[in-house]
């Protein structure tokens, strides 16, 4: 069965980083898309972030601020957020796309704030 293991978020200023982490198991990891997605309180799950063996891709509000990369050895995927701002405060998740399933891990919350 796959796991998706969230991690790294926490409390930070705004224009501070933080890398969040996505450890997987029960899955042929290198071979599946992964992404990351967050949801701000009174707001819908939206798309940050995937990696396929194609590439990535980013939403365009985000690009150039935040990094999705993954280390196939250790079955992780992670973000980088740089400059981070008040409005990137959410639960963040990731998933791992395995056939017609998608898998979701419990979130990590991170909290942008002075």
């Known amino acids: 069965q796959v796991q998706l293991v969230e991690s790294g978020g926490g409390l930070v200023q705004p224009g501070e980083s933080l890398r969040l982490s996505c450890a997987a198991s029960g899955s042929i990891f290198s071979i599946h898309p992964m992404g990351w997605y967050r949801q701000a309180p009174g707001k819908q799950r939206e798309l940050v972030a995937i990696?396929?063996?194609?590439?990535?891709n980013y939403a365009g509000s985000l690009k150039g601020r935040f990094t999705i990369s993954r280390d196939n050895a250790k079955n992780t995927v992670y973000l980088q957020m740089n400059s981070l701002k008040p409005e990137d405060t959410a639960l963040y998740y990731c998933?791992?796309?395995?056939?017609?399933?998608?898998?979701w891990g419990q979130g990590t919350q991170v909290t942008v704030s002075s």
């Open positions: 990696i396929t063996s194609s590439g990535t």
């Open positions: 998933n791992e796309v395995v056939g017609s399933y998608v898998y």
